[in-house]
């Protein structure tokens, strides 16, 4: 199958939403740590991607099964199944419509106060995040703990999505 890969890099982090589309077949979403999206985390850039047309399902039955490689915007941080719930942040259906929502803190620091802000308010971003994947259910359902059958945040969600291979951390 035809697959299509989307670096994020080189141009730098915009405050306002950018949009993202799969367009069918299997697609990889690379999120890099270049000098430029490093420099525009450091400065507190939140960034906003709107991801559509993604198929969030096991890469090794479903030839439209999309990936989200982060495995380079941690890179040096020595992520594991029992570190990784503090660089991602998971708030599934937003808005009851099968819309999901996957926060970034690059450096691992997600405290309680803005978990609880992320998850009670979820289209304001912020709150410690660096990125802000929201991924919209045009193409099915993007509903992380539907798909995962597991409540958001576990390290029980966290490995389903990295065993479905939607998510690359290494």
Do not use: K, M
């Not at 509903?143 to 951390?169: H, K, M, P, W």
């Amino acid at each position: 199958s035809w697959a299509r890969r989307c670096v994020i890099r080189d141009r730098g982090l915009s405050e306002g939403v950018e949009s993202i589309r799969g367009n069918g077949g299997s697609d990889t979403l690379v999120l890099t740590a270049d000098d430029t999206v490093a420099n525009d985390i450091a400065d507190n850039s939140n960034a906003h991607f709107r991801i559509r047309d993604f198929v969030i399902d096991d890469v090794t039955t479903n030839s439209e099964a999309d990936v989200l490689d982060i495995s380079d915007l941690l890179n040096g941080f020595n992520i594991t199944n029992e570190n990784l719930g503090g660089h991602l942040h998971i708030v599934s259906n937003v808005f009851d419509n099968n819309t999901s929502v996957i926060f970034i803190d690059r450096d691992g620091e997600f405290n309680d106060e803005e978990r609880v802000a992320l998850t009670a308010d979820p289209s304001r971003g912020g709150q410690g995040a660096d990125l802000y994947l929201e991924f919209q259910g045009q193409a099915g359902t993007n509903n992380l703990a539907e798909i995962t059958g597991f409540a958001d945040n576990t390290s029980d969600q966290l490995q389903s999505l990295i065993d479905l291979g939607f998510l690359d951390i290494v």
